[in-house]
């Protein structure tokens, strides 16, 4: 009954649908822009489209496709949406800024045993509507 229930929930399908088209579009983007083939891009964060973006707007429509864009339910989860964009197109996005910057120091000053740190990690605004209307488009169609 539950994996019966799971499997036919279709905002769960919407999201993930979205989240893979999303990193899979990275991972085609990369081979055509930057000519290399880069299987991280599955997972990684950063890049365009915005894959949480992509989520969480898709789990939002579809939510208010199947319960009614009235519905309490829908609030919550375009609230949510709201929450991780804004989330990705500013605070991580500053966080990556400050990585790349420390990144430049490390090497400038030979900074032994320190790691590179991670600069890709947020998105810029149009990355973050590109996983939104991606997201729409993938929760409407679910």
Excluded: C
């Amino acid at each position: 009954m539950g994996f019966e229930q799971i499997t036919s929930n279709m905002p769960l399908w919407a999201a993930i649908i979205s989240w893979a088209i999303a990193q899979s579009t990275k991972i085609i983007l990369t081979l055509i822009i930057e000519k290399r083939f880069d299987a991280t891009r599955i997972v990684g964060t950063g890049g365009m489209p915005s894959s949480h973006s992509a989520l969480v707007v898709a789990l939002a429509f579809s939510v208010g496709k199947y319960n009614g864009f009235g519905s309490s339910l829908f609030a919550v989860a375009l609230i949510l949406a709201f929450v991780v964009m804004y989330d990705a197109a500013g605070i991580r996005r500053a966080a990556g800024k400050q990585a790349e910057i420390i990144n430049m120091l490390i090497l400038k000053h030979e900074v032994p045993d320190m790691e590179q740190l991670k600069e890709l990690l947020g998105h810029t605004p149009l990355e973050v509507f590109a996983g939104g209307i991606l997201g729409i488009v993938v929760g409407l169609w679910i």
